[in-house]
């Protein structure tokens, strides 16, 4: 009862700043603007904007293997396929989700609640058996004396969950829980919300004619039945045509008035306001707003990979290590595959292959395995190019007593 009634304790968690005792509730203490309506998850996600930047960036992530290594006392380290960890997080996390689900799961929390949890599922022996996301809308996260305490509602059951069973990825934060991203972008998602419903009535069916017929004389029933019958039959021709403007009728053509421009303006803005707040470039999600982080795609999609999807990785990187690897193995690790990035292009992957193996970084049946090749007789050996030699040593040819120098590479 005594544990209950600090679970149910509600306290001034003071803000991303502050922490306090009690149920953490990372909504802002100080709203900018008041009177601003919450926007739910799945009405945000009817923005275009922000359905294609969690969509980017969910996809983005789930697409990447999750690897378990173990360091090798030697040094350097190796794929650890025989630990738990490695079904679990690259083969399949439960019986109805794949890796690519699971993460994907995990990441619509994370984005637009700024948490993300997962229980862990303990088997024989404690070894985790299975990893269940749990939605960050039905949890609730209280600091009492000693550490967390994690509680669950699902189909009106509280339950309670220990610390050691709850994966929670976090986002910018108290240290205890991340601020809820929806609840602070709340000023913004409405005045995209109200560009949106002003768009609909501008451009919705009937409210913005293309033009007017003007007459100075009065028309009787007869001729307005006329008119009607002639705009539409001009109207529904696929080939097009011209009003008939006869008996006095003019036609005037109307156009966009400065307020209505400027409200296509604004959505345009709007766009890059949201992708702002998720880390994605505009151009990157369809928009034709410019960006600065350079010229070419390849320098935004370096960058965007840089600044936004690698923090991210970090951050579930530690959320998995701390409660799924044992408190003083510092053997194991986890690690997201970010090779995969290379996938896509070609010339890319040739250069990084390139530079491995001349760098003598890799041999090139290491290289032939990436690219799902056969290995081929002779290329297990690592080598570098040797094309610098000492100044005195020009001219000269190399030792051919070694056999180490061959047509400018040096074997390792």
């Given amino acids: 009862m005594f544990l209950q009634r600090l679970i149910n304790w509600v306290a001034s968690w003071g803000g991303p700043l502050g922490t306090a005792s009690g149920q953490q509730i990372p909504l802002p203490t100080a709203p900018i603007i008041d009177n601003t309506k919450p926007v739910p998850a799945d009405a945000a996600l009817q923005i275009s904007t922000v359905y294609a930047c969690v969509e980017l960036l969910s996809s983005t992530i789930s697409s990447l293997p999750v690897c378990v290594y173990r360091r090798l006392p030697s040094g350097g380290r190796e794929p650890f396929r025989a630990s738990p960890l490695w079904f679990l997080l690259h083969d399949r996390p439960n019986k109805w989700m794949t890796p690519a689900d699971f993460i994907s799961t995990m990441c619509m929390n994370r984005l637009l609640r700024g948490n993300a949890y997962a229980q862990i599922v303990w088997g024989a022996g404690d070894e985790p058996v299975a990893l269940i996301p749990l939605a960050a809308d039905q949890m609730e996260t209280s600091v009492v004396a000693g550490g967390m305490v994690y509680v669950y509602t699902q189909d009106g059951v509280r339950t309670i969950l220990a610390p050691e069973s709850v994966i929670h990825w976090k986002g910018l934060g108290n240290g205890y829980i991340g ?146 690897i044992p408190t003083g193995d510092e053997e194991t690790e986890i690690e997201f595959k970010t090779d995969a990035f290379l996938r896509g292009s070609s010339e890319s992957r040739a250069k990084y292959y390139t530079t491995m193996v001349e760098g003598g970084l890799m041999t090139r049946n290491e290289a032939r395995g990436q690219e799902n090749l056969p290995p081929e007789k002779g290329c297990d050996v690592l080598t570098t190019m040797s094309n610098y030699v000492p100044v005195d040593q020009l001219g000269k040819n190399p030792d051919a007593t070694t056999g180490a120098k061959q047509n400018g590479i040096q074997r390792l």
């Fill in 179 to 324: 601020l809820a991203k929806l609840e602070f972008m709340r000023a913004s998602m409405n005045e995209s919300i109200h560009a949106q419903e002003n768009a609909n009535n501008l451009f919705g069916k009937g409210s913005k004619p293309t033009g007017v017929l003007q007459t100075d004389s009065k028309l009787n029933p007869e001729q307005m039945a006329m008119l009607i019958q002639r705009f539409g039959e001009q109207m529904s021709n696929p080939t097009g045509g011209l009003l008939i403007a006869d008996r006095g009728l003019k036609y005037a053509q109307l156009s966009l008035n400065p307020a209505d421009a400027q409200l296509l303006e604004t959505r345009r803005f709007s766009v890059e306001e949201i992708c702002r707040w998720f880390g994605v470039p505009a151009v990157i999600v369809g928009s034709s707003v410019q960006s600065t982080w350079g010229s070419g795609i390849e320098q935004l999609v370096d960058g965007f990979h840089k600044f936004t999807i690698n923090p991210l990785l970090t951050q579930l990187e530690q959320a998995f290590s701390k409660r799924l």
